[in-house]
């Protein structure tokens, strides 16, 4: 049995996401407020031993999101959306929440916490006709480091959260790091 793709529609998004994210580069003088989107590269430490596995799952993808870093005095919103997969299982993650900046030396430092839903889908068919999904809530706590690379773009050096998901029942305590590029467009 081949194993589907829970959203199929992944890829048109993120072209979409890009394409908005150019348009939006080039009316960036117009535009009232600070944003910006980013993405990148994302590990995911799975506490997998709640659903039966020998161990804990290693699990690689994407993060990416956007966010109005400093709507007042350093306090700001982000949207955080990830996808993580490895042979045994896969998690999708949607969050958003609160993050405040700070700037030092150069660098921005931030911190947030954000609330959302994540999707489970354990990649072993043969049980049953459909694999096993779960949509559940779940939170992370975390920050990260910024470098600026000009005015528009900057580098996420590291993005660190321990992500708290509550897969079939069960909590688990993830832990995951991201980095990845920023482009900033709108008033700095």
Same mark, same amino acid.
């Given at each position: ?7 199929p ?17 080039n ?21 997998? *031993?709640? &659903?039966?596995? !020998?161990d ?7 993060? +990416? #999101?956007?966010s109005?870093p ?35 030396m150069?660098?921005?430092l931030?911190?947030h ?9 354990l990649?072993?068919?043969?049980? *049953?006709? &459909?694999?096993? !999904? ?6 992370a706590?975390? +920050? #990260?480091?910024?470098v ?19 897969a ?21």
């Amino acid at each position: 049995m081949a194993i589907r793709p829970v959203f199929p529609i992944l890829r048109q998004a993120a072209a979409l996401l890009f394409l908005f994210s150019c348009t939006v580069l080039n009316a960036q003088k117009k535009f009232p407020i600070g944003a910006e989107v980013w993405g990148g590269y994302s590990y995911l430490r799975f506490e997998a *031993t709640k &659903l039966g596995f !020998s161990d804990q799952l290693n699990l690689n993808g994407w993060n +990416g #999101g956007a966010s109005l870093p400093n709507l007042y005095e350093g306090l700001g919103l982000a949207v955080d959306i990830s996808g993580h997969y490895t042979s045994e299982m896969e998690e999708y993650n949607f969050l958003i929440g609160p993050q405040y900046s700070y700037k030092l030396m150069g660098m921005r430092l931030y911190g947030h916490a954000l609330f959302g839903k994540a999707r489970d889908r354990l990649r072993q068919p043969g049980t *049953t006709n &459909l694999e096993p !999904s779960d949509l559940h809530k779940a939170a992370a706590l975390g +920050g #990260g480091v910024d470098v600026p690379l000009g005015d528009r773009f900057s580098f996420r050096a590291i993005q660190a959260d321990y992500v708290f998901t509550n897969a079939f029942g069960t909590t688990q305590h993830n832990l995951r790091f991201s980095t990845g590029l920023i482009v900033r467009f709108g008033k700095r």
